[in-house]
């Protein structure tokens, strides 16, 4: 049996499957950022040429799908199957966006997680030996999601100073094996997670506790501490849930300095950007990881990284309700050989 699971949620995988390549757009505030040239493709066109805020969005995964396989030399026909999803009702942007790839496709819903939990599928998908070749693909695009979650952007509304603001961008990364490049190792699957948090404009402290939740199981199930990583990255806690991540840890006597970040802290310059606590969205980590962390994985300037995508499991009725808001997390290992 290829692979083997170590304890409830942790799942090593053996032989790893291997990052073959990725693909990451973004839009104009991303061509603002601090991380403007990890892009593959970056736009001031918010609506990529398209008539609405959602086709836009499906057309980011196009690209950054079409980046990828341009990186590998292959085509959509070399892709045994694809996993992706975004935050729109019935995952619209993946599900169009993928319509005309003829891949093998299952649509995820993970919110902003979905890129760790797609990543986490296509590397099982892979060592399991079902697929040669799988995708993991999503997006998510600022005025969509505020369409969909929030108000029309024509009203104008006051932000929060714990609310964040939605990547417009999409991530897609290719997974294989005996290929070279930067290794999937280890996987935990998150648990759902609820401490009562019911702000929707704080997601990053309702999703804070389930990232502190998964980066400690993945730690004590392999036996390492945070020092044994050259970054720990969340999804998109934002400058609010990463500062309730750290005192977690520090209530534990253990420290996170010099190693943890948080892909929503690192997209976006709070200080010349207006985007209160940091950036959200299934682009967030998406981007991050297929662009700016695979490329120092690539140049060797980090050898064992773990991405956690952190989502918050909410929906307008939920919200409408008065229900609290669930936290995810999943968690993948990604390492150079020999580290």
Known sequence: MAG?????Q?????????????????GKRELEGPLRDSFDLVTSDTRFGQKSWEKAETQMQQLALQAALDKASLRPENVDMAFGGDLLNQCISTSFGMRDAGIPFFGLYGACST??????LAAMAV???FAGRAAAITSSHFASAERQYRFPLVYGGQRTTTSQW?????GCALVTSGAPGPRITAATV???VDWGIRDANNMGAAMAPAAYDTIVRHLEDRGMRPGDFDAILTGDLGYVGRTIVEELFRRDGMSLEGVYNDCGTMIYDRERQDVQAGGSGCGCSAVVLCGHVYRQLLLGRCRRVLLCGSGALLSTVSTQQGESIPGICHAVSIELEGS
């Open 4 to 8: 083997k699971r170590i304890s409830r």
């Open 10 to 26: 942790t799942l090593l995988f053996d032989p790893p499957p291997v990052l073959e390549a990725a693909g990451a757009v973004g």
């Open 190 to 192: 998150g648990r759902v």
């Open 115 to 120: 890129m760790a939990e797609g990543l986490t």
């Open 127 to 129: 060592c399991g030996g």
């Open 166 to 170: 939605t990547v417009t961008g999409s």
